[in-house]
Every structure is written in C-alpha cells, then in structure tokens.
C-alpha cells in the first residue's frame, strides 16, 4: 500500500524518452503525483505536479504519450501536462464537473465538430470560503497532505445553485448544518450531512437558491442511532476503499473503469 493524499484517483501511464511512469490524480491538494515504474518494484515518487484548478480527477495520455490531460472536477477544466517536463503547459475549459477523460487520436478530422455540444461552458463554478464550527477557515490547504477540511463549490443548474460540500478531519459521527453567508455577515441554513467515523463526508450535495459568498458549519451533536443505521447500510452497498492510498500494483498496471 502507497500513501498518497485525499483523494486520490484514476491512475494512468506514460511511456517516455526518460522512463516508463504512472500518473496520480489527488484531488484533495489539486495535485497529479508523478511515479516511476519498476517491473516487479515498489513505485518510486518523483515529482507533484501542482494543478491550475481545483479537484484533478481523470485523465488519459496522448497517444505518443507526450502529454497527459487531466480534468479538474470542481474548476470544469483540462489541464495539459508535458510528461517530458511534468508541467502543466495549457489549461481548456470544457463542461460541467468533468471527473473521466478519454483522448482518441484522430478520431474525427481537423475542425469537425459534428454532434458536439457546448454544455456548461461559459458558466464557471464557484469556489467559495468556508468556516469551522469554531470559527477557523476550512478551506485552506493543510501541510502533511492532509487536504482542505471543508470545500464548498456552487454551480449554476436549471437556475438552482448545486452547492457541493465535502469535509475531512470533522468530529466523527456527527451531525452538522451548512449556512449559506451572505456579505453582511447574515446566514441563512442550507443543509445538514453526518460524518462518518472518521469524521469525513465525503460528497454532499442540495440544490438551492444560493445568493452567499461562502459557507459556514454548526455543529448539531452526535447523530442519531437511525442516521448512523442508514449510513451504514449504504456504505456496504456501496465499492470504497481508502481515499488517501492506492495499492502498489495499480501504479503498475490499472485494471479499473
């Protein structure tokens, strides 16, 4: 087991003039981790590419293998990384909450655009600030890897603010309400989530009519038997693994979809 950061995601692969590498989206510190690979050897870290946006998700690599594009999930964009330097070198707006990335070479002629579509373009996300329970600020990045507390985004859809929250590091098993912060200080409730055992929520998500400049935690205690029931019971239902590591042999070879 390799220790990554929060976050971490689809793995792929580039083969170059320097060696034969694996890439490593980590979401929680907007991050794409560079390793070499070893037939029959543990991955070795060489580099951290540090993204232009927010939540680096999927990626594919250019045919040649020159270039790995990769999308950011909470900014709706591309970013272009030269696998021969490990820089980013362009970055492309596409649409809404961008999270798989395939590239086909060739795969329609130069200028066509034929059954191509322009959802989501022109209408940013939001990255709003956050605050603690005890006043502090969630959303700056913390030393160690460990990622931001509390990120808030907001998107415009079908005229409603999708408000996505995703917390780390909270007390565990508890029950918090979301306030939507308005610029004179006022808040207005928007949502409540639990956190888990160890005090993460990992995606929560209501649609409102967000007019705020941030987002603002209470905490309303531990939660309920039933709550933590219900929670349980989807999470067995449900494919995880830990979100902070990956296994050795998938920076090797990637038998995931």
């Known amino acids: 087991m390799l220790k990554t950061g929060p976050d971490s995601n689809h793995p792929n692969f580039a083969d170059t003039e320097n060696g034969s590498f694996a890439y490593l989206t980590v979401g929680g510190l907007d991050q794409t981790f560079v390793y070499r690979r070893s037939p029959g050897g543990t991955p070795e870290l060489v580099t951290r590419i540090q993204h232009s946006g927010h939540a680096p998700h999927g990626m594919w690599p250019s045919g040649d293998g020159t270039r790995m594009y990769v999308g950011l999930e909470k900014s709706?964009?591309?970013d272009v990384i030269d696998t021969s330097t490990n820089?980013?070198?362009?970055?492309t707006s596409v649409g809404k909450e961008p999270q798989a990335l395939v590239y086909v070479p060739d795969a329609a002629p130069a200028g066509s655009a034929v059954n191509l579509g322009r959802e989501g373009l022109g209408d940013a996300p939001r990255?709003?600030?956050?605050?603690?329970?005890?006043?502090?600020?969630?959303?700056?990045?913390?030393?160690d890897d460990k990622g931001r507390r509390l990120e808030a985004t907001v998107r415009t859809v079908s005229g409603l603010g999708m408000i996505q929250l995703q917390a780390r590091d909270l007390q565990p098993t508890t029950t918090y309400q979301a306030h939507a912060v308005q610029k004179?200080?006022?808040?207005?409730?928007?949502?409540?989530?639990?956190?888990?055992?160890?005090?993460?929520?990992?995606q929560v998500l209501a649609f409102a009519d967000f007019t705020g400049v941030g987002v603002s935690l209470t905490s309303e205690?531990?939660?309920?038997?039933?709550?933590?029931?219900?929670?349980?019971?989807?999470?067995?239902?449900?494919?995880?693994?830990?979100a902070d590591a990956v296994e050795a042999t998938d920076l090797l070879y990637c038998d995931c979809c």
């Open 127 to 143: 990255n709003v600030p956050t605050t603690l329970p005890d006043g502090t600020a969630g959303d700056p990045a913390r030393p």
């Open 221 to 242: 205690g531990k939660a309920t038997a039933q709550t933590l029931a219900r929670m349980s019971a989807t999470a067995a239902s449900m494919h995880t693994g830990p």
């Open 76 to 78: 709706d964009a591309v």
């Open 184 to 202: 004179d200080g006022s808040s207005t409730p928007l949502l409540s989530f639990t956190t888990d055992s160890s005090g993460n929520a990992a």
């Open 87 to 91: 820089r980013v070198t362009g970055t």
